[in-house]
């Protein structure tokens, strides 16, 4: 059966917006990007919007929906109140491009300056390693990310206090996490940490976690562990005072 | 003369930015070249990420039997023998070594018990072959290749769009577009330029593509002079999902069935056990037991019928459907939750090991898969054919351009096997990488013609300057008018009188997109995208009809109705479309060059 809902989407750009009513009709079975795209199709052929996969595999429509950072197409209309009107809005920690779309390229640059993937020497002579399933199962849960940004949204030190110049933000200690806990990496990303990207900022609200589409444990498996290894880099006085006596080379 | 818009200059120009691409520019960059690469959405978006089951490379990890002769006859037996065979060669040959380089670029792929790459089933794969991660190894594929990339130098442009390819005579020489995001168009000059823009499922009402496949390297291609190859060859992947309508097309990864997965009708009867194709007779089980100790890797065992070829598949449920045999919402019934009867614990099993399969339907469709059969039905997703290339070196006829991926053809011949297009991505997209930037190196810059800048520049912002009414309609309604044109008309079953109607109804269709008026301004404007993308799809939506009807026999993803065999007369070519002199589209046949005798005994030996 059809039912009427209204969708109060925010139209504008980074000079500024306002939120705009579309009433439409539904029938069963959509998600938030369906009634969406319906309105750009028949209504606002200019709607900003992006989207690619509509499965939740790619990450590109993350928005606010009532308020709530979700990936709209994964997000069902048969959970929403129809009601009264549902909002619609673009991702609040990030500079707006128009409509639905943010500017989300801060992103992208943080990335290319964590270091990189540095495995140790082959295992085997045909230039093979050998991993056992268990010791993959941490890093596999983190290679889940699907970059969708949900959890940089929603992190009170990127939105409400704008920390992009000095926290990497959720996203990225998972990727340097991820990258951590691989059984073959040699890199030490401890410093950096600390230092530039921020680390001592989290202070565990698990916001991150409760957002993230992939249910991946973001505080406790990737966070708490990078901040534990911190503190036993540079704050253990015991370790400390070995490091201090310990021979060299 | 300059041209009055900003222009970036490149060695290498990758269009495109999933496997292919991206392995394309890895290649060119490390050969010592300036590279810049173009993605239509952000970087690590592409429609890679929805590849589920895996990358098939011969590395036996799990049975040791596998090696590239055995690979290479799946891939030729599956493709019905018009593949290009030295592709098929050096796909076999290669796949293992680019499987491996993804793991010292930090790729985490699921392990063997031996701690080495673990391996699946996958139809049409004679041994288990696939290297994976649980089902989102295109994710772990284009993130790998995104992760290592971004350390090598490559100039990336993101959410912009190529609207033409820019020539200096013979010589494709750079391209023209505009960033989506403030609708800002740029030349790009390049010594050479390499296509690898995926596929072309958006011709289609139901497919598994997001939006952005439109075909668009193949029709800027082929408007460049270059000729594309066996466009009839369209897979409709067998399990779809259909239900709830908003979801309809979405894939099923066949994983599902190599991990025990079942096919029925409504009256519960496992119909694929009744069609059987005569060249798979010899390596399919008979008995359901022996099926299932297939999927749990007993080598002794033959393969359960969901695992024949995809085209062969869909047929059958496509046949139950119309029988009248179909379940509720007109598809048939994908069961994973009865190996419940097989193992313990089945219900932890079935989500570790199709962890997004589980969580896709039970957020989309509100259904447990472990309890519960999903409905599924056949879905457009590959296009095996696509641009002309040399498959050694990805070149196009065209010089200077390239192509690799989907949008290139000739590996899969009239079928893809499931996991043969991941690998396909990074074998084929490093060399189209290495040959471009070796083409880049031995040729000095072409000339930016001005003249076709502007022209191109003209035609992307007609549909702004053409008032609403007074004849002039959006461009969604035209884009869905050709959809459902093409999947009615040129779909998984085909008819001669279908396919004319087809050919007439695109020529009225190119009448209405003539006359699209979008609104608002260049940025960041979805209507006019979709009036852009428009071109591409009724381009690529004649050549595949065109083929459709010149090839009067049933081979893969081409089955006629009215001609429902195999030809032995059509196995001998294929078909190549190119731009006339007058801009209309003509085919020729193209006999396939004749196997050398070492291959051919492969064949032998594998029959």
Redesign the interface.
Known sequence: MNKTVTFRIWRGDANGGKFVDYTTEITEGLVVLDVVHKIQAQQANDLAVRWNCKAGKCGSCSAEVNGMPKLMCMTRMDTLDITKPITIEPMRAFPSIRDLATDVSWNFRVKTKIKKFNPRKPDCEDGTWRMQQEDVDRVQEFRKCIECFLCQDVCHVLRDHHKHDEFIGPRFLVYTAALEMHPLDTEDRLAELKQSQGIGYCNITKCCTKVCPEHITITDNAIIPLKERVVDEFYDPFAWVWKKLRPKG | MATNYETHEYDVLVIGAGGAGLRAAIEASAAGVKVGLICK???????T??AEGGMAAAMGNVDDRDNWKVHFADTMRGGQYVNNWRMAELHAKEAPARV?EL????A?F??TK????SQRNFGGHRYPRLAH??D?TG??LI?TLQ??G??QGIT?H?EYTIVSLLKDGDRVVGAFGYDR?RGRFRVFKAKAVVVCTGGLGRAYAVTSN???GTGDGVSLAYHAGAELLDMEFIQFHPTGMI?????KG??VTESVRGEGGVLRNKDGKRFMYDDVPENYRSQTSTDPEEGWRYTQNDKNAKRPPELLTRDHVARCINREVKAGRGSPHGGVFLDISWIKEKIPNSAEHIKRKLP?MY??FM????LDITKEPMEIGPTTHYAMGGVRVNGDTQATNVPGLFAAGECAAGLHGANRLGGNSLSDLIVFGKRAGEYAAKFAKENASGAINDAQVEAAYKEAVEPFERPAGGGTE???QVQYDLQNMMQTNVGIVRLQNEMEFALAGIEKLKARAAKVA????L??????HTAIDLKHLLTISEAITLCALERKESRGGHFREDFPDKSPEAAKYNNVVSKAADGSMKLRRETIPPMPEALKQVIEEMK
């Open positions: 959405s952000l970087l690590g978006k592409a429609h990420v929805m491996h793991e010292a670029w930090g985490v699921d392990r031996e701690g080495k790459i991660v649980g989102r994710l772990e993130r992760d290592h971004i350390h990336v993101m995001e997001s939006w952005e239900w709830p309508p908003s979801v979405i894939l997004s969580h896709q957020q989309l469709a509100n959006g461009p969604y979008v609104q608002g301004h940025e960041y404007n979805p209507g006019w």
